[in-house]
């Protein structure tokens, strides 16, 4: 008797001479999931474990220290809770001093936005704050917020949801030592700055220009800048301009840079900028600058785009050069500052990205920059960094001189290899 032939059953969708597909399984053991989806998921587990850790740190940090009351200047007033820009100081202490890890995080990245966040809000909780939107320094290092405010005059603090007033609340958010408005305009009094700015900001406020404290030195052109810097206390400076509504995280985020050794934080913009060929000539300008000065990482970037951050070393060094953005900028470069270009993301939404692109503002001319180059091959010679091995320039001087004679005794074929 004959036995039945039998076959195993190929799973469904396998051809012939081809083996059964098996579904694929992520890193985190999710079947089906891979690629740009699972990193997608993986970064965002990990950016809530750490806001996660952040909202329990500030709350165990707060318990066990009491929060107490302060002046403008720091000195210690009481042990009550009668000042909301104290307790935003020692909140941004405790990150600094007791973030660990956790504060040691890419200050431009959006593992720090969350986790510092959630520790400003895990801290007011248990304190019995409400919750303000606070954001941390990554450092204890005073920071200085200088404010440029242009052709801006009183008029820009009575407009309601004015970029300028949008950006004090940003400021609001920060444990700022002190924030310095510079205006050649003389409408603008410190009587004014101290009535609308100072009761929102809870730090110093001072006004810099025609009708500040350094009345008549601000009258054209871009001396506010140094004039704000030397009146400046902090250890590190935030360049920013009252049009522009920069948002908290990108401003601690400049800051933190500096505080990680930089020189000059630059505001990336290079990757929202369009194609070479359609970008306008101050553009290709700055481009150009940084590509013959050594420095090709850093694209398009430069000092004159707001906002951007300063360390009290490059103020220094740089002195009056701040007053010409373009020329400071090649100044930094040829001073071997370290410059480093920060892609500011501000923790927005896409949404919000949407309504507001482009969170930076330039007022340079392609001019301002090829002057800069100017002044680099001033200080270091017409080819800058780069050497000349193969023209032989004694050869074009005058007839007279010793290298016009000598130049026919060399042979045509080394006179032709030198050209």
Request: with cysteine; glycine share 10%; aromatic share 6%.
């Amino acid at each position: 008797m004959m036995k039945r032939l039998t076959t195993k059953k190929k799973p469904p969708g396998t051809a012939r001479g081809q083996k059964p597909r098996s579904r694929m399984r992520s890193r985190g053991g999710n079947p089906g999931k891979t690629g740009a989806k699972a990193g997608t998921s993986l970064k965002g587990r990990r950016i809530a474990e750490l806001a996660a850790a952040g909202r329990r740190l500030g709350g165990l940090l707060a318990a066990g220290l009491p929060v107490r009351s302060a002046s403008v200047d720091g000195d210690e007033a009481g042990s009550c809770l009668t000042d909301e820009a104290a307790a935003r100081r020692q909140m941004n202490d405790l990150w600094a001093r007791h973030g660990g890890v956790l504060s040691a995080l890419n200050p431009a990245g959006p593992e720090y936005a969350a986790a510092a966040s959630a520790f400003a809000q895990g801290y007011c909780e248990r304190a019995g704050l409400p919750d303000r939107g606070w954001f941390p320094f990554p450092s204890e290092q005073r920071v200085s917020a200088v404010i440029l405010l242009h052709d801006a005059g009183p008029e820009a603090f009575a407009v309601q949801d004015s970029p300028l007033l949008r950006l004090l609340g940003e400021l609001e958010r920060l444990a700022l030592h002190e924030v310095i408005l510079a205006s050649r305009d003389e409408a603008l009094t410190p009587q004014l700055v101290q009535e609308f700015a100072a009761p929102r900001l809870g730090s110093e406020v001072k006004l810099i220009g025609a009708g500040g404290v350094s009345a008549g030195t601000v009258s054209r052109g871009g001396e506010e800048r140094p004039a704000a810097a030397e009146a400046a206390e902090g250890d590190i400076l935030v360049f920013l301009d009252a049009s522009v509504s920069s948002a908290a995280e990108e401003i601690a985020a400049l800051a933190g840079v500096i505080a990680r050794g930089s020189d000059a934080a630059l505001c990336g913009v290079s990757a929202e900028l369009p194609l070479f060929h359609k970008r306008p000539p101050e553009v290709m300008a700055k481009q150009f600058v940084n590509y013959a000065l050594g420095r090709r990482d850093l694209q398009a970037d430069s000092l004159t785009v707001l906002p951007h951050a300063l360390s009290r070393q490059a103020v220094t060094k740089l002195g009056a050069e701040l007053a010409h953005p373009a020329r400071a900028h090649g100044a930094a470069l040829i001073e071997g500052l370290a410059v480093s270009s920060v892609r500011l993301s501000g923790g927005d939404t896409r949404a919000a990205r949407d309504v507001r692109p482009y969170a930076w503002l330039d007022r340079s001319r392609a001019s301002d920059h090829l002057e800069a180059l100017g002044f680099a091959m001033e200080r270091l010679g017409p080819r800058l960094f780069y050497p000349d091995n193969w023209r032989r320039r004694g050869y074009a001087s005058d007839a007279d001189s010793p290298g016009m004679a000598e130049e026919t005794s060399v042979s045509e074929d080394f006179s032709r290899e030198s050209i």
